[in-house]
């Protein structure tokens, strides 16, 4: 992709992020009554499953790694040498991420309980929510810092799910 290409997809993204925000903060103003806390669980969404270190930054980093595991496979059996790798991880932030993605999917699996027993009302500004979080927080400024701090406390809470379960 070129450099034209790239500005416009990240200013369609912004504008399409923005377009939504506003739609939604105008419901509020028009007095929905849903509460703004569904809308930024939505957000917080976007963060931990799909954007930098959540459930696709997983994804990567399990790649890499396997990757990286069949690269020294095929050069130890072609050349009879033990390769010597890396010690850490392969991407930088795996054992990281998985906190963040356990966190996530917990999020993901209490409003699709929600949505299921009754509450179809939470659909709605969830969704608006992960949208917006996701063409924002791809971009950087305010919301992409935002988003970080709300993926490095996913991290951490999903760390401490897994190492006390």
Known sequence: ?????????????????LVILMYQIGRWRGGDPTPKIHFFAGV??????FLGAGLFGVMGGAAAALGN???TYALE???????????????GGER???????????LLALYAGLIKSGRADL??????????????GASAGLIGMALG???TSG?????ILINTI
């Open 1 to 17: 992709m070129n450099d034209v290409g790239a500005t416009a997809g990240g200013i369609g993204a912004v504008a399409l992020g």
């Open 44 to 49: 917080a969404l976007a963060a931990l499953l």
């Open 69 to 71: 595991g069949i690269g």
């Open 77 to 91: 059996g072609a050349t009879g040498a033990v390769a010597k790798g890396a010690t850490g991880p392969v991407t």
């Open 96 to 106: 990281v991420a998985v906190g963040g993605a356990v966190a996530g999917l917990c």
């Open 123 to 136: 659909k709605e500004p969830l969704l608006r929510g992960a949208l917006v979080g996701i063409f924002l």
């Open 149 to 151: 701090l709300i993926r």
């Open 155 to 159: 991290n951490t809470v999903g760390n």
